[in-house]
């Protein structure tokens, strides 16, 4: 049974830090290329992070690019985004995401809500 089981968010205040993880079953978690996709209020999907399965090659969104980092541990099969320098506007449910040849996964979301 494949399983995505983010890290539980929360309320952090603007400027503050946040970890969240990807805890990552049922499937060969080091072959797939990984993602953190998040959802603000009322708006749609907006890709946050990418991460290579083999060279570990990373990726980022504009809106996050030198405040978010993204790693994973593929002998703990888990997937990270160490979150920086928050913002209100950063305020969305995360999901990571897994990639492979003809299949993908997601989690079910976690609350990140930034605010004073």
């Known amino acids: 049974q494949v399983q995505l089981v983010e890290s539980r968010g929360g309320l952090v205040q603007p400027g503050g830090s946040l970890r969240l993880s990807c805890a990552a079953s049922?499937?060969?978690?080091?072959?797939?290329?990984m993602s953190w996709v998040r959802q603000g209020p009322g708006k749609g999907l907006e890709w946050v992070s990418s991460?290579?399965?083999?060279?570990?090659?990373?990726y980022y969104g504009d809106s996050v690019k030198g405040r978010f980092t993204i790693s994973r541990d593929n002998a703990k099969n888990t997937l990270y985004l160490q979150m920086n320098s928050l913002k209100p506007e950063d305020s969305a449910v995360y999901y990571c995401?897994?990639?492979?040849?003809?299949?993908?996964?997601w989690g079910q979301g976690t609350q990140v809500t930034v605010s004073s």
């Open positions: 995401n897994a990639r492979g040849v003809g299949t993908e996964y």
């Open positions: 991460i290579n399965s083999d060279d570990y090659t990373t």
């Open positions: 049922g499937f060969m978690f080091s072959s797939y290329y």
